[in-house]
């Protein structure tokens, strides 16, 4: 049965029309949520600080510092807005789905779905590992560096600034978040035909290196964080390939029914 197309002879102004009325509906989105987010911008931070009172230890003085006057305002700013666009995202998406699902197949709207669920999933999974294992555990290493005089004569404490520290965090969980959607991506290209799961397993070696040139890019210099980024991003290759010969196999088994 052939597959039509919802609304595909609308005129040029009636999609633009149409993608400002979406844009819009985003926009305003974003300011409610920023809204929001910015009278609880302060409890935000407090949740994104916890890896580095973590790290510090119970009792041990851990600090932040600010060296502007503004800067621990415009902190709470970026926060907020950090938070407006997590808030905002689903109605942004949805927005986004509305303006593009009438142009598609009723086939293509069913093979694009459970990408659309996977994205926010993967998503979370790779900023939950950074937050609750790799933020902990890179910043109680870079504290080890602390000392109380000792052989050199003078002491060196941690004294991050609350914009470096708030920077560092979001840099951990963007890398990481966009990093997990690997296998979205690669589902997306075998399904547009560009690569298939034969020259994914030739690739394999080649994938290894190139999950660690992308963990050195995404992670600050420490071989403990660009491992805990390379070895879930090898895995998620190989994940990507096992999901593959399983819609493989369902196609085959549809084509031959059909």
Not at 36 to 64: C, D, I, M, N, S
């Amino acid at each position: 049965m052939r597959d039509e197309i919802d609304e595909s002879r609308a005129p040029l102004m009636d999609h633009l029309i149409e993608l400002r009325k979406r844009l819009l509906i985003c926009v305003v989105a974003m300011l409610v949520a920023f809204g929001v987010a910015y009278t609880q911008a302060e409890r935000v931070f407090a949740f994104l600080v916890q890896p580095l009172v973590h790290a510090f230890g119970p009792g041990a003085g851990g600090k932040l510092i600010y060296t502007k006057l503004y800067e621990a305002f415009f902190v709470e700013v970026k926060v907020a807005a950090f938070t407006a666009f997590v808030l905002a995202f689903p109605i942004i998406a949805n927005q986004l789905w509305a303006f593009v699902a009438p142009g598609l197949y009723k086939s293509e709207k069913r093979a694009f779905l459970p990408f659309l669920i996977a994205t926010p999933v993967l998503f979370t999974m790779g900023a939950a590992l950074a937050y609750y294992v790799v933020m902990p555990t890179a910043f109680t290493f870079f504290l080890t560096f602390q000392n109380a005089g000792g052989s050199s004569g003078i002491a060196q404490q941690a004294l991050p600034s609350m914009d470096e520290y708030l920077s560092l965090v979001m840099h951990f969980i963007i890398a990481f978040g966009v990093a997990f959607l690997l296998p979205v991506l690669l589902l997306l290209l075998e399904r547009a035909g560009i690569v298939s799961r034969a020259q994914l397993i030739a690739g394999r070696r080649y994938a290894i290196v190139v999950a660690f040139i992308i963990a050195a890019v995404l992670t600050p210099p420490d071989i403990l964080s660009q491992c805990m980024l390379a070895i879930p991003l090898i895995l998620l290759y190989e994940a990507s390939i096992a999901i593959i010969w399983f819609t493989e196999r369902k196609r085959a088994k549809a084509e031959a029914a059909g």
